[in-house]
Nanobody, 119 residues
Framework: QVQLVESGGGSVQSGGSLRLSCAVS????????IAWFRQAPGKERVAIMD?????TYADSVKGRFTLSQDNTKNIVYLQMNSLKPEDTAMYYC???????????????RGQGTQVTVSS
């Protein structure tokens, strides 16, 4: 059974950095389509990046967030720099054999990790 576990969230001040991890078990992550979503309080869950060979980023995080992968550990990382208060959200990773626009359509979904950015 494929499982995704996010970690690395926490509280930082504006301008700080965090690195989120999405550990994939039960499958080879390099053979899956991986996406990161986030949901801010009172808002819808939205995709911020996905990767299938090359990474695609939402405009809101482009230039600040970077994806990397450790295929030996089956982990996908999301490096988040220059964090802003509006980045405060629960962050989720998701995976499937194809990409989807909605988090709920992904076959494999993590439980999320909280990121809080204070001004």
């Amino acid at each position: 059974q494929v499982q995704l576990v996010e970690s690395g969230g926490g509280s930082v001040q504006s301008g700080g950095s965090l690195r989120l991890s999405c550990a994939v078990s039960g499958a080879t992550q390099s053979k899956l389509y991986i996406a990161w979503f986030r949901q801010a309080p009172g808002k819808e869950r939205v995709a911020i990046m996905d990767v299938d060979g090359s990474a695609t980023y939402a405009d809101s995080v482009k230039g600040r967030f970077t994806l990397s992968q450790d295929n030996t550990k089956n982990i996908v990382y999301l490096q988040m720099n220059s964090l802003k208060p509006e980045d405060t959200a629960m962050y989720y990773c998701a995976a499937d054999r194809t990409s989807w626009s909605l988090f709920g359509m992904y076959r494999y979904r993590g439980q999320g990790t909280q990121v809080t950015v204070s001004s």
